[in-house]
Every structure is written in C-alpha cells, then in structure tokens.
C-alpha cells in the first residue's frame, strides 16, 4: 500500500509503524516462533486504525495474511490492548507539542513581543528534546515562557497580572502559586547549569546582526575606507566544515564590529 501514498503520509506511517514495533518488544508481547513473522503485520494494522481517517489511508488487505485469520485476530486484539495505553500517551505528547506552539503565538501576542517569537519557539523545540517525558507540559510552557520574558525584560520578578495572562491562556489558571514557582526554578537552574536558554539568544542574536550586514547595500560599505562586502564562501546546506564555519563567522562578527565603530565616529 506505500508506493500509493504520497511521501510525507509514508514517512508519517512508517514512524508509526516503526514505534509499534519497538513499543511491542519492549512490552514484552511474546510470539511464538511461527507467529513472529506477524508481529509487523499487525503493527502495519494498528498504525492503520490510527491513521486511516487522518491521512486517507486506503483500505488495508488482508489477503495473504501470515497466520490463518483466527489466530491473526486474536493476536490483533492482544496487540491493541498491549500497546493502547503507549498510544494514548504518545498521541497526547504529540498533541500537547502542537498545541504549545499556538499557545506561544497567543502569549507573545498578548505580552506585545511579536519580534521576539523566534526565540520561544525555539526554546519550545528544544524543551521537546530536553524534557521528553516531563509529566506537566503546560506547566512546563508557563515555566520556560516566564523565564524568558524576565530575561528580555532584565527583570527578576513576573508582576501578578501577566502571570494570571500567561496561566489563563496555557489553560492552567488554577495552578497554585507553589507549583508554578517549581516550574520557574526548575526552568532556572538547568539553565544555569546548561545554558540553553543562553545559547538560544545569543545564537538568534548573531544570525540577526549577520543578517543586517548581509543586506547592507555596497554603496553604503564604503565608510572611512573600510571595505565590507560580506558574502559567504560555504554552502551551509551541504556538507558543513565545522572549522570553516567558525571562522567565517569570526571575521562577518569582526566586520560587524568595524561597522559599528565607523557608524559610531560618522555620528561624532
């Protein structure tokens, strides 16, 4: 049935596919030896079920089935029971991920710091592969966007109003003050000891300045004699060198600066 879907519903498929079976080992769901050769088909059958509906699958064969259909059937029954409640579980991650980032859209909107939206989403993507199996994910939201907010405002404290904004908006407006103080410490201290929330700025903050520097026009480059025509000699979507790429971003920052220090002494 896969060359009659088009790529992304493929790829979509087979992940989900791909989490069956591992999920099936890994809860143990033993099959004898002749009934092994099924355990993919069945997962191909469940992943179906799920995704019939949302992607417009076509109607699954059961013709040339691996096992005599009675027996298929009641491995098709253990197999859903075994594996619903990771279903459930994954499907509410995924949508949980989705809907954090509308949610950041609204709080951004509602904080009025649209040019910084970037940097939430960005944090929001990483949060994803940092706490994977964090209980609370809304918690967790209010816990990182209120961090930032701090940050980009260079205050210590959130004032009561947003916060009620930030918890109503997430859905979460009856959280007691005690826990969403855990989220907010537990977001500032991995932080401080990783950084992640730091590099985030500063990556976003660099590419922004490489940005303007690219789109400056040369016949405004020529200032006090300082040549600035900027234009990359690797191509970051191909292979990357690592090495290059450091330093070609060393001298774009180094010509930045020069800019700046000409802008500065024109406005002497």
């Not at 596919?17 to 890994?26: A, E, G, M, N, P």
């Not at 019939?52 to 027996?71: A, D, F, G, T, V």
């Not at 949508?95 to 940097?119: A, F, G, P, Q, V």
């Not at 990783?194 to 490489?210: A, G, L, Q, R, V």
């Amino acid at each position: 049935m896969m060359p009659t879907l088009e790529k992304p519903y493929a790829d979509l498929f087979l992940k989900k596919v791909d989490l069956l079976v591992r999920q099936s080992f890994q809860r143990e769901i033993v099959l004898r030896s002749k009934q092994e050769p099924a355990r993919i088909r069945l997962c191909i059958q469940i992943a179906h079920e799920r995704l019939s509906k949302k992607l417009s699958l076509p109607k699954l064969s059961m013709e040339k089935l691996p096992l005599p259909i009675k027996q298929y059937e009641g491995l098709l029954e253990q197999f859903r029971q075994e594996l619903a409640p990771y279903l459930k579980k994954y499907e509410d991650q995924e949508r949980d991920k989705n809907l954090s980032k509308e949610t950041i859209y609204k709080l951004c909107d509602k904080m009025k710091i649209h040019s910084k939206i970037n940097y939430f989403i960005q944090a929001l993507e990483e949060s994803h592969k940092r706490y994977p199996h964090v209980y609370d994910r809304k918690g967790l939201v209010a816990g990182i966007f209120i961090v930032m907010l701090l940050y980009l405002r260079g205050e210590q404290n959130i004032n009561r109003e947003d916060k009620e904004e930030i918890l109503f908006i997430l859905g979460i407006d009856h959280m007691k003050k005690k826990e969403l103080k855990y989220w907010i410490n537990f977001v500032k201290e991995d932080n401080d000891k990783y950084k992640w929330i730091d590099s985030i700025f500063e990556k976003i903050n660099e590419s922004m300045e490489i940005d303007t520097a690219m789109e400056i026009k040369p016949q405004r480059q020529a200032v006090s004699g300082v040549g600035m025509m900027i234009h990359p000699q690797i191509d970051f979507y191909g292979d990357k060198h690592y090495s290059e790429y450091l330093k070609w971003k060393k001298s774009i920052l180094e010509k930045i600066s020069l800019i700046k220090e000409s802008m500065n002494r024109i406005n002497e």
